[in-house]
């Protein structure tokens, strides 16, 4: 069975802290993984991608894969109001086919 | 990032009636192009995935005649919800693959609200 997991949260972080959102995928096969921010009401949008074990960084954010424990992982720095959004981890399943699967998404809220 | 347009952004129609929504990639073809579902504070669920010239693979449990995909071209995909009725009331998203950053890219949305 194909499972993405996240915790819902919310995550509440001050303004200015370091929010770290978790996820763990069940496909030892899975070689690419996404980070996507969803604002209410809104369509996702793509954040970071990763397909190597370690990590990535862009900007405020670092991503950080463990393909050994199927565990990845999104780190926002200096946290801001602004990043209040639910993030959305995925995984790209290959079987039969090409396929993008969600996490449930952990909703994060930064106190200003 | 790559654009991806979405059209209507939000449409509200008379249960029966069906309602068509078009998924453009703007800036780069994409062979494969993908429908996904959300309720409110769930996550997306995928309904299908549309491959140009060829049909729709449906997920387990989504009715291929009741949401009728078509993948015309390389920039077009469309989902037309037929004989809509208030339980297809929801946020549907498109998505485009960009197979050389291996990447998906997605529509803005479209709310349907069937009465």
């Known amino acids: 069975q194909k499972e993405v997991e996240q915790n819902s949260g919310p995550l509440s972080v001050p303004e200015g802290a370091i929010a770290s959102l978790n996820c763990t995928y069940s496909?030892?096969?899975?070689?690419?993984f996404f980070w996507y921010r969803q604002y209410s009401g809104k369509s996702p949008e793509l954040i970071m991608f990763?397909?190597?074990?370690g990590d990535k960084e862009d900007g405020r954010f670092t991503a950080q894969l463990n393909k050994a424990s199927q565990y990845v992982s999104l780190l926002i720095r200096d946290s801001q109001p602004s990043d209040s959004a639910t993030y959305l981890c995925a995984v790209i399943w290959m079987d039969s086919s090409y396929k993008l699967i969600f996490g449930s998404g952990t909703r994060l809220l930064v106190r200003p | 990032g790559a654009v991806v347009s979405q059209h209507p952004s939000r449409v509200i129609c008379k249960s029966g009636t069906s309602v068509k929504i078009e998924c453009r990639s703007l800036?780069?073809?994409?062979?494969?192009m993908f429908w996904y579902r959300q309720f409110p504070k769930q996550s997306l669920m995928l309904m299908a995935t549309?491959?140009?010239?060829?049909?729709?693979?449906?997920e387990q449990g989504v009715e291929k005649d009741k949401f009728l995909i078509n993948h015309a071209s390389l920039t077009l995909s469309t989902l037309t919800v037929t004989s809509a009725h208030p339980e297809d009331s929801s946020f549907y998203i498109c998505?485009?693959?960009?197979?050389?950053?291996?990447?998906?890219?997605f529509g803005p949305g479209t709310r349907l609200t069937v009465l």
């Open positions: 549309s491959n140009e010239g060829s049909k729709a693979t449906y």
């Open positions: 990763i397909y190597s074990n």
């Open positions: 998505s485009a693959r960009d197979r050389e950053l291996d990447t998906q890219y």
């Open positions: 800036d780069f073809q994409a062979t494969t």
């Open positions: 496909d030892r096969g899975s070689q690419s």
